[in-house]
């Protein structure tokens, strides 16, 4: 017997129905995209078998939605972060909110990594050029770009990117002083996703610092990871990713007066959300050259990204794509179809909910 039905706003990853609804109580309908607060309103109520939504994270679920269909028992999002729902307004209303967080988490702290690497090598100027049938062979000062993982140094009179950072001295068979030098990566936000990132920076002999809500003690004895200030984390850092859930408290935690703590030479990377940043501020400390550069896979007001964002060189700029792995997006549409899934049937909830 057909106990309800689940609206699907926008596409899921295949293969995945059969082995998450499992019987025909419960009936998945599509629409192509998601809908105005107003049109989502108006779809649900035209079918009152419609108990559950599926959507994506750029589908607003705000209080008029939750207050207007007493219907609703389950809002399941594609994300882990749930920033596009009023969890306030959901718990008033009794409706369950789910999520698809850690089946996401080595995707996104990868594409950290490739935002981060691709931007300080300067890999999307380097690809440009190699298509451009404008290259005309290796020069040695070609895209000249920032070093990641720990590297070798001499000791050089004048400009050196390696000025303030950790270093260990030794010499070499000439007796000239080598130093060898570890860049800082400052993560902010030590959730899966952050964890997963900082764990990754072990492979690059970097030294992590962190700031987090939750202080991360026994994460701290294991990597040496070193917690510090959000501050102190701006000042300290070669590398700063962001990778927080947007809250109203953590709305802008990258001001303007923050940005002007980091380092000339320090490279920003947000995979958590635009509006974590002041992306005006984050604009204007690119323009100026304050910051060496940023690579972004969020934005502030998505699918928007400033013309003056989009006109800077030395920014790497990706389309929200953290999850965007075949392995991830199927399992993220498996683990929303199962917590939707299993609040309409009743009985034990299978899946993940944040209410
Ligand atoms: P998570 O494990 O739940 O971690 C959430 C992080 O945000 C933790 O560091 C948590 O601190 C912090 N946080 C939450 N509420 C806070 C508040 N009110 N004030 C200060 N800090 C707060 O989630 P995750 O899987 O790591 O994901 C983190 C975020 O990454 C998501 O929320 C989402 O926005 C973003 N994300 C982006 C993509 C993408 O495609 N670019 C993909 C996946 C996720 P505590 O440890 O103290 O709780």
């Known amino acids: 017997m057909l106990k309800g039905k689940i609206l699907v706003l926008g596409e899921l990853t295949p293969p995945y129905h059969k082995s998450s609804t499992g019987d025909d109580t419960v009936l998945l309908i599509r629409e192509p995209g998601v809908l105005k607060p107003s049109q989502l309103i108006t779809r649900v109520k035209s079918d009152p078998l419609i108990k559950g939504v599926i959507c994506p994270l750029g589908q607003e679920v ?14 399941s999002n594609i994300a882990v972060g749930v920033n596009n729902i009023d969890i306030e307004a959901a718990k008033r209303q009794g409706v369950r909110v789910a999520h698809t967080p850690e089946v996401l988490t080595a995707a996104t702290a990868d594409l950290a990594w490739a935002l981060l690497l691709g931007g300080a090598r300067r890999l999307v100027e380097g690809d440009h050029l190699a298509r451009s049938g404008q290259w005309g062979g290796w020069e040695m000062n070609q895209l000249l770009g920032q070093s990641v993982g720990r590297y070798l140094s001499y000791d050089i009179e004048g400009e050196d990117e390696s000025k303030s950072k950790d270093e260990s001295k030794s010499e070499d068979e000439s007796g000239q002083g080598v130093r060898s030098i570890q860049n800082t990566l400052g993560v902010i936000g030590l959730g899966e996703i952050g964890k997963a990132i900082a764990r990754r920076a072990q492979g690059f002999e970097m030294r992590v610092v962190y700031h987090n809500r939750t202080r991360k003690n026994k994460l701290e004895r294991e990597y040496a990871w070193e917690y510090m200030s959000l501050d102190d984390v701006l000042r300290e850092s070669d590398y700063v ?8 408290e953590t709305r802008h935690s990258i001001t303007r007066e923050r940005l002007s703590l980091m380092k000339s030479s320090a490279f920003l990377v947000n ?66 179809i199962e917590s939707a899934v299993s609040v309409i049937q009743g009985g034990r909830l299978r899946g993940r909910f944040v209410v």
């Open 241 to 248: 990713v962001l990778a927080l859930a947007l809250t109203p």
């Open 62 to 75: 705000n209080s008029r939605v939750l207050g207007s269909l007493s219907q609703l028992r389950v809002i």
């Open 271 to 336: 995979i958590g959300r635009g509006a974590l940043i002041d992306e005006e501020a984050l604009i204007e400390a690119l323009e100026s050259g304050h910051l060496s550069g940023a690579a972004l896979d969020v934005y502030e007001r998505e699918p928007l990204i400033p013309d003056r964002l989009r006109a800077l060189e030395r920014v790497t700029l990706s389309p929200h794509l953290g999850s965007a792995t075949v392995a991830a997006r199927r399992a993220m549409s498996h683990l929303a």
